[in-house]
């Protein structure tokens, strides 16, 4: 779906005072999630000065959002101070809302890179990470982008810039399975410099060939059997992957979190009553489909979880896999199932073939397991896999910021389609 530009009103704030232009506007700029390029938040937070969010990026319609920041440190130019009672009525409420949660108490959920101090205590980790290399931070990191599941950020030194990504409470492992994976697998992720495991922060060196656009269908064809070998000696490492906090995404934990968010999920209400007297009817097979799969006698491994275009780096030669949020221990005909759609809708062909072709290598590998059966299986496991997962970040997310929106929704009306 093409998502139309958007205006971006940026509200640069000390909480009492916001920055306008001598008009008496906010700043602003139109971005075009299509086009590529920096993200929203990072042309926000270098727009006027060097500046963090104070809170969530506002929703104001479907074509325009407000961000309120907070400077760094010198005055933007061109402009003035104004009272925030200049400013209408429903952008000055926004602005001293997201003022006051800031610097007073937050909302639940929120992450904690909308607080304050916040960024000055990542630049001081980092410092420390970086002294017994030699390395020294040469200026205040940049945002790359920050939002309610993580906030990544660039970090410049006199050897080059590194890339620092800070994850969410329910991604909280995440810094820790890239560790883990990183020492097994160390030319299939990025170059790890350091890593906090108690606050979920990650340090690592640029990826070569990563692209607004999402890595090429070619990428996907050198990866599927590297990945599908990987997947299979991580069965000697799976006791690091747990201890580390790689959660249990297997069969049983699967599917009960699926009747949960089906049950509960606000989402759903959304649906007709039509449609929700088939996915009663449906539930049953469905549950049925995918403890099929998981009898098909491959064991559960690491998995990605994400497994997409947008979270592969190619240079022309070599694949790294990065964004592992949504890292796990489970069947490892998910992640081969993204694969194989990925070339499929970049190339075309007959999916279900392209399915059976990325997963080929575990014929090998288990010769005893009906591979032409999971084969045509795990298409609708991973559709009940991935609305656990974003019923799992709804719950544990911030509500109200728009990030999530729908997904739910949208993955379960695919079960119903396929079903």
């Known amino acids: 779906m093409t998502r139309p530009p958007r205006t971006v009103q940026v509200a640069l704030t000390d909480g009492e005072r916001v920055w306008t232009g001598d008009d008496g506007a906010l700043p602003s700029f139109v971005q075009d999630p299509e086009a590529g390029g920096p993200t929203a938040t990072a042309r926000a937070s270098h727009l006027l000065t060097d500046a963090v969010h104070l809170a969530p990026v506002v929703v104001l319609d479907e074509t325009r959002r407000l961000h309120v920041v907070g400077s760094r440190g010198g005055t933007p130019r061109g402009g003035r101070w104004a009272g925030l009672d200049a400013l209408p009525a429903d952008l000055r409420e926004h602005v001293a809302r997201s003022a006051r949660e800031h610097w007073g108490t937050p909302p639940p959920q929120r992450p904690d890179w909308y607080r304050p101090g916040w960024t000055d205590e990542l630049e001081e980790w980092i410092d420390a990470a970086l002294a017994p290399t030699g390395r020294s931070r040469t200026g205040p990191v940049r945002t790359h982008r920050v939002w309610s599941i993580s906030a990544v ?182 992640d081969g199932t993204h694969l194989a759609h990925w070339i499929t809708e970049a190339v075309g062909g007959d999916a279900g073939e392209r399915v059976r072709t990325v997963l080929a290598p575990w014929r090998d590998a288990y010769p005893h397991a009906d591979l032409d059966r999971a084969v045509a299986l795990a298409p609708l496991a991973d559709l009940v896999f991935q609305t656990v997962t974003f019923d799992q970040l709804s719950r544990s997310t911030e509500p109200g910021t728009g990030d999530l929106d729908g997904v739910v929704l949208f993955l379960t009306r695919r079960v119903l389609a396929a079903g």
């Open 153 to 334: 950020h660039t970090v410049p030194t006199d050897a080059g810039t590194l890339w620092s990504k800070a994850s969410c409470a329910h991604f909280a492992a995440e810094a820790g399975i890239v560790e883990v994976v990183a020492r097994h697998l160390p030319d299939l992720v990025p170059e790890v410099v350091a890593v906090d495991r108690g606050r979920s922060w990650l340090l690592t060196e640029p990826l070569a060939g990563v692209s607004d656009d999402g890595a090429p269908a070619e990428a996907a064809e050198v990866l599927a059997p590297l990945w599908a070998s990987a997947q299979a000696a991580s069965l000697d490492w799976l006791d690091e992957l747990r201890a580390a906090g790689a959660p249990d995404r297997g069969l049983e934990p699967t599917l009960a979190a699926w009747r949960e968010a089906l049950a509960t999920n606000a989402e759903l209400d959304a649906l007709t009553a039509g449609e929700r007297v088939r996915l009663a009817e449906v539930v049953p097979e469905v549950e049925s489909r995918v403890r099929e799969l998981w009898a098909c006698g491959f064991p559960d491994t690491l998995g990605h979880g994400d497994l997409h275009s947008g979270n592969v780096a190619h240079d022309g030669a070599h694949v790294r896999i990065f964004d592992w949020s949504d890292g796990c221990v489970t069947h490892p005909f998910l």
